[in-house]
């Protein structure tokens, strides 16, 4: 059986955790790659590793976080105009409550799920 | 926003359920791609697709001979495929949702092949990020919350 080492790409670049995501797609796409290699900074920490999956589905389709900004906002607003015991300043919290009720839902699916 | 049309990779490659998968390897070598799309049979009949996942996950992972299997015992059949109008912020959440890499794109017939790696390269969300609330200002111009951040 062939090993992994043999068929393995060996031009392999890594990225710090703490770049931005426009320096990881900018390297990714200067060098060819769809992911890059998260160096560990000290001898216990592990490996880590971003994809252009990663991007995609975390970053370019990041609607819910400002989904839930726009509704705080517009909750504020409503409160101080119509009072904060009104049944549309309720309702406007009840709107952004079910909005991180959906944003927890997401972040505890994709803890079980891998982004590979 | 974008549009899917403006950054699917055009140059598509069908190929049928019924050839093996050694053929399908074959091919994919060859041209360079990652996944081949399935064409309907018949007009009613939906649209496939078969990754090098679905290759190297159901094949190659139990030592399968290729020669031996047919693409249509591994190929996703149907397969979730995208409006070429699309925008790509769109489209990047829909494969988020539903955990895919690539679909292809459909309007009266296949017009091409959009993936994660098309949005990486040529999309523009680094130089133009698009939050919820720019959509929202886009698709409801006349709102007034819209119209306050007019130029």
């Known amino acids: 059986m062939m090993k992994a080492e043999q068929i393995m790409t ?20 200067d060098k060819q790659l769809r992911a890059l290699i998260v160096e560990p900074r000290s001898a216990t920490d592990p490996y880590g590793m971003v994809t252009e999956t990663d991007i995609v589905y975390k970053v370019v389709a990041k609607f819910i976080e400002d989904k839930i900004e726009v509704a705080r906002e ?25 909005l991180q009720a959906e944003a927890a839902h997401q972040r505890s699916k994709k803890k079980v799920k891998s982004s590979l | 926003m974008m549009k ?43 649209y496939g697709m078969v990754s090098e996942t679905d290759i190297i996950y159901k094949v190659a992972a139990f030592g399968h001979d290729p020669k031996q299997m047919r693409v249509y015992e591994i ?53 133009k990020p698009k939050s919820n609330f720019l959509l929202y200002c886009d698709e409801n111009p006349n709102a007034p919350e819209a119209r306050i951040y007019e130029d």
């Open chain 2, 4 to 46: 899917a049309e403006e950054i699917m990779t055009k140059q598509v490659i069908t190929i049928r359920g019924s050839a093996t998968v050694a053929e399908a390897v074959a091919l994919m070598k060859e041209k360079g791609l990652r996944a081949l799309v399935v064409e309907p049979r018949t007009e009613t009949d939906p």
């Open chain 1, 10 to 29: 060996k031009e392999v670049v890594t990225i710090q955790g703490s770049a931005t995501v426009a320096d990881a797609v900018k390297l990714m796409k």
């Open chain 1, 74 to 98: 517009e909750a504020r607003a409503i409160c101080a105009a119509k009072g904060a015991t009104s049944p549309e300043c309720a309702a406007a919290w009840d709107v952004l409550e079910e």
């Open chain 2, 75 to 127: 190929m996703t059949k149907p397969c979730i495929v995208v409006n070429p109008e699309l925008g790509v912020e769109y489209v990047a959440r829909l494969f988020a949702q539903s955990r895919i890499r690539r679909a292809p794109v459909i309007k009266g017939g296949l017009l091409g092949i959009i993936s994660v790696s098309d949005i990486l390269r040529k999309s523009d969300f680094v130089e």
